[in-house]
């Protein structure tokens, strides 16, 4: 299994190296609705499509394509557990950008709101989270070249990232996500139970790439845009449309804080 997953990246890479040879130190992953941030930050842009043996993303709000540059390289899109991928591809770009030199990594991803003073729109700075998925990517063979068989998580959101992201935007939220499998909604009485577990907002993604980039060594970053209440708190249905319109409008904060916290990285390491 690990072979595979060493294969697929090494087959992805050199269809990456056959575009350009740029090796940034920062890397992003961009969540539902948040793709079109990837223009910020200065690259070439490679459709998913064109990189070998990487899957396209099946989710609305994920554009699928790297914009690799030689500060940063972002992924426009991310896969889910849900998609019906195994983790292996779920944490392919994790391990892609590892391979492309990445050392600091920033997830972001849209997620409801379980903390009462959580509003649509809201940014919420990752401080822990818990692991809800049933699963993790370094389940398997272990390559003790890449990572140890039992890493340690007991930091796996960097202080020193959160430290620079508060000076940026002092008045970041902090919180503890969950993730679950979906692709259904919670229901109100598993929103209930998550908020006595301690979960502050809850999304379907981010776990698996921030357990596999701690891994890899990396500092991880991880920032959640509130789209929406989460079951039975708000008003009315979850609809993934909302997700993403909303998702698009903390756009203009989210810019801001990416863009000063990938130039703050670089002063500091
Ligand atoms: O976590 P991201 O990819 O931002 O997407 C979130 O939005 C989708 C649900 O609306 C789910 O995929 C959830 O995880
Ligand atoms: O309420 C939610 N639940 C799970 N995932 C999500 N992603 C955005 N909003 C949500």
Do not use: W
């Not at 229901?187 to 357990?211: C, F, K, N, Q, W």
């Not at 980039?213 to 609809?239: F, P």
């Amino acid at each position: 299994m690990i072979k595979n997953r060493q294969e697929m990246v090494q087959v992805a890479l050199e269809s990456i190296r056959k575009k350009n040879e740029y090796s940034p130190k920062v890397g992003l992953v961009l969540g539902s609705g948040l793709s079109s941030l990837a223009e910020e930050f200065e690259g070439d842009t490679i459709p998913f499509s064109e990189i070998d043996g990487y899957p396209v993303p099946t989710v609305t709000g994920h554009s699928g394509m790297l914009r690799l540059g030689p500060e940063t390289a972002v992924m426009a899109g991310r896969f889910h557990y849900y998609e019906g991928h195994p983790m292996d591809t779920v944490v392919l770009p994790i391990f892609l950008l590892k391979s492309l030199g990445v050392q600091t990594i920033i997830l972001t991803n849209a997620a409801g709101g379980i903390r009462h003073d959580l509003a649509p729109g809201d940014l919420v700075l990752l401080s822990d989270h818990i692991n809800l998925l049933g699963a993790n990517p370094l389940m398997g063979p272990n390559d003790d070249s890449l990572g140890p068989r039992f890493p340690d998580m007991s930091e796996v959101y960097t202080p020193d990232l959160r430290r620079l992201a508060k000076e940026i935007d002092p008045h970041l939220a902090e919180g503890v996500y969950g993730a679950v499998t979906g692709p259904s909604y919670e229901t109100p009485a598993e929103i209930r139970a998550y908020r006595t577990l301690g979960i502050d907002v809850v999304g379907m993604s981010t776990v698996p790439e921030a357990i596999a980039a701690r891994y890899l060594g990396m500092r991880v970053c991880g920032i959640s845009v509130v789209t929406n209440k989460a079951a039975g708190l708000g008003q009315g249905e979850l609809d993934h449309s909302e997700v993403v319109d909303t998702g698009k409008k903390a756009e203009h904060r989210l810019r801001r804080l990416l863009t000063e916290l990938v130039s703050a990285v670089r002063q500091h390491y």
